[in-house]
């Protein structure tokens, strides 16, 4: 009896993303749409990535990543307030969905164009109160929080309407919103 | 010798290569291949955290020894990996326009004996759980991480199971019963009739008729007592012709971290799929 140790070979390859901006020295416009399907019944919830119930007054990076094939599901009790329609899909901090005694404090959001690949402040906005909504013209949220309290989820709606997004600010056409 | 493909059929073609690793000396710029010919080697060397390449004149081959443009450093790992690999690839990015999950890639492969399965049984080393599979980073200074992946067994209907930890190891069960066709089958057949169909699980990877002209690979997906339903036979098969387990289908799974590659192309191959194996004669 012989006991082989073997090493395959593995090719790791990490992709570079299409750059969709550097076309426009061309003349080509290019342009990708994407639809978020929009469903009745139980709310999309995802759980805060790295969070414990052992977590308490740190400032922690769970990140919300909404992805464009993922669908986004909605109910009528939490639609959007008023009856408006959002043109883009928006993130709702639930902070009811907490465990624990304290709360949270100190929210704050960032956000990206995620399909440049690259980070990109749009807004930055306090919230602290259950319901506060945070629009989202990307399709990345760094949602981080300082205070004490445990396993946040953070709720992801849908726009109303099927979204067409644009690979840039700078290649909008009428055609192409957020 | 138990091998790695990365698909039907088992052959050269689907065949994965050993890698050949070195530790340089910061004088030494040519190796030996061990593990393989010169001819098998890939056309990428990877010295630290670059890639060397035979297209681009920077690693030469002469027999079974490549020779590099300039002598790796003291300590630095030189992977050489052969010219037949799993391949994964994915994005450092979460959000790529049309993909679903842009850092992932999971495929699944075989480890399986074709060639001489007659002569030699797998078995579990001793103080192993199973057959021992995992993703080693082999250069942990440069490239690729073994917690970018993750191993988990096929399930019978050839979807993945349950992936182990980042990083962890998978055992998988001997590969060594045997049995013999009580009645002949015909091409394209999708059941067989084995004289004891306990021997088998469905999953399995079967060499039907070993060493004969007819001879095939095929996968059980579900048994009824001896009758085992297989994926389509390409042969017909004789009565008292020998059925073997020879392999297992896995999969894996690279999740590429964030950033990993500061979003530009990188190639890696630090990271190997090691086996841990007894080989016995039967």
């Known amino acids: 009896m012989a006991t082989l140790t073997l090493s395959f070979s593995v090719r790791t390859t990490v992709r570079k993303r299409l750059n969709l901006s550097s076309s426009t020295s061309t003349g080509v416009r290019r342009r990708y749409s994407q639809s978020f399907t929009v469903q009745t019944g139980a709310m999309h919830y995802v759980a805060a990535a790295s969070n414990s119930a052992t977590d308490s007054g740190n400032t922690f990076f769970p990140t919300l990543i909404i992805t464009p094939t993922d669908t986004y599901v909605t109910n009528s009790s939490t639609s959007p307030p008023g009856g408006t329609v959002y043109s883009y899909p928006y993130v709702k901090v639930d902070t009811n969905a907490v465990v624990g005694t304290c709360g949270l404090q100190d929210f704050h959001m960032e956000l990206s164009l995620g399909t440049m690949g690259r980070f990109e402040a749009i807004t930055q906005t306090s919230i602290g109160n259950k319901g506060d909504i945070i629009t989202v013209a990307g399709l990345k949220a760094l949602i981080t929080y300082t205070g004490q309290g445990s396993s946040p989820t953070w709720q992801v709606l849908p726009n109303e309407r099927r ?11 009428p055609s192409c919103r957020w | 010798m138990i091998k790695l493909y990365k698909a039907f059929p088992l052959g050269p073609a689907t065949e994965v290569d050993l890698n050949d690793f070195f530790i340089g000396n910061g004088t030494q710029v040519t190796f030996s291949l061990v593990n393989k010919t010169g001819t098998l080697l890939n056309d990428d060397v990877q010295v630290g955290a670059t890639v060397d390449r035979q297209s681009t004149g920077t690693v030469t081959v002469s027999g079974n020894n490549f020779t590099l443009p300039a002598a790796p450093s003291s300590g630095q790992v030189i992977t050489a990996p052969g010219v037949g690999a799993l391949e994964f690839s994915a994005y450092d990015q979460s959000v ?5 999950s842009p850092t992932v890639d999971a495929r699944p492969f075989i480890i399986a004996d074709v060639e001489q399965i007659g002569l030699y049984k797998y078995l579990v080393p001793t103080g192993y759980s199973g057959i021992q599979m995992q993703f080693i980073d082999h250069d942990t200074s440069n490239g690729a991480a073994a917690s970018w992946y993750q191993l988990a067994p096929a399930n019978a209907d050839g979807t993945a199971g349950t992936y182990g930890a980042p990083g962890a190891a998978i055992d998988l069960a001997a590969i060594q019963n045997s ?71 896995v999969w894996g799974k690279l999740i590429v971290p ?10 890696m191959w630090d990271v190997g799929c090691d086996v841990i194996v007894d080989q016995e004669s039967r």
Do not use: K
């Open chain 2, 258 to 267: 964030i950033n990993a590659a500061g979003g530009q192309t990188a190639i």
């Open chain 2, 179 to 249: 049995s013999t066709l009580s009645t002949g089958s015909a091409a394209l057949a999708t059941t067989i009739t084995v004289a004891d169909g306990t021997q088998f699980t469905p999953g399995m990877i079967i060499a039907i008729n070993y060493g004969g002209a007819d001879f095939e690979a095929t996968t059980i997906r579900s048994i009824s007592g001896n009758v085992l339903t297989v994926d389509a036979l390409a042969n017909a098969h004789s009565s008292a012709e020998t059925v073997i387990h020879c392999g297992w289908w």
């Open chain 2, 96 to 100: 790529i326009a049309g993909a679903t």
């Open chain 1, 163 to 173: 979204l067409r997004g644009c690979s840039h600010p700078q290649q909008r056409d």
